[in-house]
């Protein structure tokens, strides 16, 4: 696939609003790296229905499942228990039909309207491909030539100001259409070794920036891209100087 028709396509994925809940069951905190947007989470998980009639398994096998969260790789209720998780991390979880397979259910093996119970360890936890940074990080990178892009709304940069030394590049405006052009501005800003620069995607709150992120560094190769962690929000709350947006 197309690598901004897929920017595209995913955007809309993660906005959308669920209103059912899972139900934690049974929750023993791990103790090693936490789980965030992005992270490559390898799991041991058994998945039964209510009555406790086991459908799917695969522990005592030889691989673990591996899952990118935020990727909508599994069903949503499943990834909503994971995300949080630590490294060693057990739970229980019920999900809603809802957040599962819905109405339709899963050929012969779920049934419409399922509510499933999900029992899983979590096994390891790998990093993104981009590199999630504080505010204080980003000033370090700026002083070293890093181009920070704020990906934000011109609405949003008036209103709060931008970051000294960034550049403004929209890349999802308000109705959620993508920015074809990110991609020529990201290389316009880089010259010839676009690939190989530092660039710190900075946006509301830091969830489409990491997005864009993960795409830049998974799909499309920068080797070092950094995703400013809770957008222009944490940079503000950190009380960090911000100059006022000139168009």
């Known amino acids: 696939m197309n690598k901004i028709k897929f920017l595209i396509i995913y955007f809309f994925l993660i906005c959308n609003v669920f209103a059912a809940e899972i139900e934690i069951i049974l929750d023993k905190p791990g103790e090693g790296k936490k789980i965030i947007n992005h992270s490559w989470v390898q799991i041991e998980y058994t998945?039964?229905?209510?009555?406790?009639?086991?459908?799917?398994?695969?522990?005592?096998?030889?691989?673990?499942?591996?899952?990118?969260?935020?990727?909508?790789?599994?069903?949503?209720?499943?990834?909503?228990?994971?995300?949080?998780?630590?490294?060693?991390?057990?739970?229980?979880?019920?999900?809603?039909?809802?957040?599962?397979?819905?109405?339709?259910?899963?050929?012969?093996?779920?049934?419409?309207?399922?509510?499933?119970?999900?029992e899983f360890k979590i096994i390891d936890v790998l990093d993104p491909n981009y590199n999630l940074i504080t505010s204080d990080e980003l000033k370090k990178l700026l002083e070293k030539n890093a181009v920070v892009l704020d990906i934000r709304t011109e609405d949003q940069w008036i209103k709060t100001g931008v970051i000294k030394e960034s550049f403004q590049e929209t890349a999802f405006d308000k109705n959620g259409k993508f920015n074809v052009y990110l991609m020529d501005r990201v290389r316009a800003l880089a010259g010839a070794e676009s690939q190989n620069i530092e660039i710190i995607f900075v946006s509301h709150d830091g969830e489409t920036a990491s997005i864009l992120g993960n795409a830049f560094a998974e799909d499309l190769g920068f080797k070092n891209v950094y995703v400013l962690d809770g957008g222009i929000k944490a940079w503000i709350s950190e009380e960090k100087a911000l100059v006022s947006f000139l168009k």
């Open 47 to 118: 998945g039964s229905f209510v009555d406790g009639k086991v459908f799917d398994t695969n522990v005592g096998k030889d691989r673990p499942l591996v899952v990118q969260i935020g990727m909508k790789e599994v069903i949503p209720g499943f990834e909503m228990g994971i995300v949080g998780a630590n490294k060693g991390t057990v739970r229980k979880i019920k999900i809603p039909a809802e957040l599962a397979y819905g109405a339709t259910g899963a050929g012969n093996i779920i049934p419409p309207n399922s509510d499933l119970i999900f």
